[in-house]
């Protein structure tokens, strides 16, 4: 029942370790239900292969052992580069628009990052009421911080869709062209 919040951040931490958001770094990533567990583990998901190969050269006599501060250097630096791929990924309210997940997602990414989720169809009009009743509720945000959520992030990264075209809060999959989602641009 659970294993959706634990998936998305193993998902998460697969995507760091792998150098995958390195490589790909104009890549939009929405991560469903506040990105699972990355708000409350972001301190733990760096990508510590760098580290391991000093150790292991060390360890078969290539390089002298790093020292405290070489390591302790090692991961601050590590930590940063996790962040700052945290950062640049995009985060949905889904079942996740209560105090406690809220806190956590707004300390890791600012409120241009958040998406309201309702987990629609699944939640029903439950989800969705869900959603807009947690954001309204909870304090850490202001007005312009909730309108981001409630919609402009989502406009932002709909972009593409030209002007005018998301004006309505429900567009239809007529108005939608398939080549619209098709172009290059970043």
Known sequence: MLEFVFDTTRAVANLISSGTLKRYPNVRIVLSHAGG???LFADRL???SEILAYVQKAQAGEAAPPSPETLERMMRAAS???FEL???LYYDTALSANPTV????QRLV????????TDYPFAQEIGVRYALNGLAAYEGFGEAE???IESGT????AHRLGPGKLESPAVSEREVKHEDWSTNET
């Open 37 to 39: 567990a990355v708000p």
């Open 46 to 48: 760096i990508d510590r």
């Open 80 to 82: 940063e580069d996790a």
């Open 86 to 88: 945290l950062r640049g």
């Open 102 to 105: 809220l806190s956590a997602l």
């Open 110 to 117: 600012p409120a241009s990052r958040v998406l309201l989720g």
């Open 146 to 148: 909730r309108a981001m």
């Open 154 to 157: 989502a406009l932002t990264l």
